[in-house]
């Protein structure tokens, strides 16, 4: 195992102190305010989903959709670029498998991978393009020593899956090394929180540890002829001497979470929410009756959000994360109550009834607050979707009523309180992926409920 040379990293905001059971942890040397950039990151090797090909820029990811014009590559017709710079920029690398990518493409050794496998295959394509390059600049080899310095994952499947060839016609040395070392140091790439790329960022695998209860969080900003980095960003003002950890996968997977950290990372998280976990063991199961299910919604409601049940209008998101709750509230820890949950509140926020979805929407929002810790982007999104539910319920209601109606009324600040509670939480998080999103449909709406009020 390689160590760390402290040559290869400086910052003003992050240094690197022994860990009991991982080999670092990256603590804050200076007081990190909540929103803050903490580090930016660049990639050393992206790729974009399959359905995301021929809409996105293949090196900056900039879409079609912004407004952005893509051409092919002359050369193999498979990667789109927005311009000159971007091409010229991924060229280098590039240029090593594109003459040979769309027989490679179209092979039977590609054909018959799993979906997940071909994503590994072409990341694989990337990282061995890089780690050929001859003339490499500094920054490019100090990247490729970092990724080679990780910790492989485990050795669950040791088969390689089939790389396009090189134009070096010669299998690169250090295959063996880069492929142990993709699956766990490989970064899901969103905008506006959907996946639509995956990238290896070697400092921040080498930097950062996990916790299902972070302190920060990653992001990348989307924009023309950028080369991609990863920005981390504090979700609450961060301590000097503290580690700063961010999630490896969704902390909602409380159940599965324990086996996906063993197969794809190899350890086994101990952080304060897979602590509570453990000490509840089996879950007792979800009631079946819909009177006990509908009790199970409203204890959960009332222990996140105490002053909910003294004022059904106001709500208050916890300050802290949970990591004790009542044996009553174990079975709303189920993944399949998360599920059904988003399922219910997805159908009736879009079809109705709307005094449904709002019900249901709260639950959910109680839910996403329990296992999520402050300032978590999910809980603001999700906050969102209840403002713009309540807002489109209380047009529908002024339709049918007088002008200033109680249910309209009611509707309109619940769109407001809503409103409030997703701003606070996505202007800590910030601009994230493409251009526009949440945050501007967040300004969207306020100047709708302002105008409105006005009216």
């Known amino acids: 195992m390689s160590s760390f040379a402290p040559d290869l990293f400086h910052s003003d905001n992050v240094g690197l102190e022994p860990h009991p059971t991982a080999r670092d942890k990256a603590v804050a040397k200076n007081v990190l305010r909540t929103g803050s950039l903490i580090l930016s990151i660049p990639s050393l090797a992206t790729i974009l989903l399959p359905t995301e090909k021929g809409q996105r820029c293949d090196c900056c990811f900039s879409s079609q959709s912004s407004g952005v014009t893509l051409r092919r590559c002359t050369g193999c017709a498979s990667y789109w670029y927005c311009g000159t710079k ?62 080679l310095s990780l910790v492989p994952g485990p050795a669950v499947n040791t088969r390689i899956p089939p790389i396009c060839p090189l134009s070096t ?129 409203t204890a959960l409601r009332h222990f996140v959000f105490p002053s909910w049940e003294h004022d059904a209008s106001e709500i208050l998101l916890p300050a802290k994360p949970f990591t004790e709750i009542p044996r009553s509230l174990f079975p709303v820890l189920h993944e399949s109550y998360l599920t059904q949950l988003s399922e219910s509140f997805s159908s009736t926020s879009h079809d109705g009834p709307s005094d449904t979805a709002l019900d249901v929407g709260l ?36 339709r049918n009523e007088s002008r200033f109606g109680t249910a309209a009324v009611d509707l309109e600040k619940k769109a407001q309180l809503y409103l409030r509670l997703s701003s606070e939480i996505l202007n800590v998080f910030g601009p994230e992926g493409d251009p526009g999103g949440p945050l501007e449909e967040i300004s969207v709406l306020q100047s709708l409920i302002h105008e409105n009020m006005r009216v």
């Open 86 to 147: 971007c091409q010229t920029l991924q060229w280098p690398i590039h240029k090593r498998f594109c003459k040979n990518f769309n027989r490679y493409f179209a092979s039977t050794a590609f054909d018959s991978l799993e979906a997940h496998e071909k994503l590994d295959a072409l990341l694989l394509t990337h990282l061995s393009a890089e780690a050929s390059i001859e003339d490499i600049t500094p920054h490019r080899a100090r990247e490729i020593s970092i990724f």
């Open 169 to 297: 016609k010669e299998r690169p040395t250090n295959l063996d090394a880069l492929y142990a070392r993709c699956g766990n140091n490989n970064f899901t790439i969103h905008s506006h929180l959907t996946t639509i790329a995956h990238g290896v960022f070697p400092l921040a695998s080498r930097l950062f540890n996990h916790s299902c209860l972070p302190n920060a969080a990653a992001k990348v900003i989307i924009e023309p002829s950028q080369a991609i980095s990863l920005n981390i960003i504090a979700l609450r003002d961060i301590a000097v001497g503290e580690e700063i950890c961010i999630p490896y996968l969704d902390p909602a997977l409380l159940q599965t979470r324990q086996q996906i950290f063993q197969l794809t990372y190899g350890f086994t998280c101990s952080c304060p929410s897979c602590i509570m976990m453990e000490n509840i063991g089996r879950l007792p199961p979800l009631p079946e009756s819909e009177n006990e299910l509908g009790a199970l919604n």
């Open 363 to 398: 639950t959910l929002l109680a839910l996403y607050a329990l296992i999520y810790p402050p300032n978590y982007p999910q809980i603001g999104m999700h906050s969102l979707e209840m403002a713009k539910t309540a807002w489109n319920a209380s047009i529908i209601a002024e």
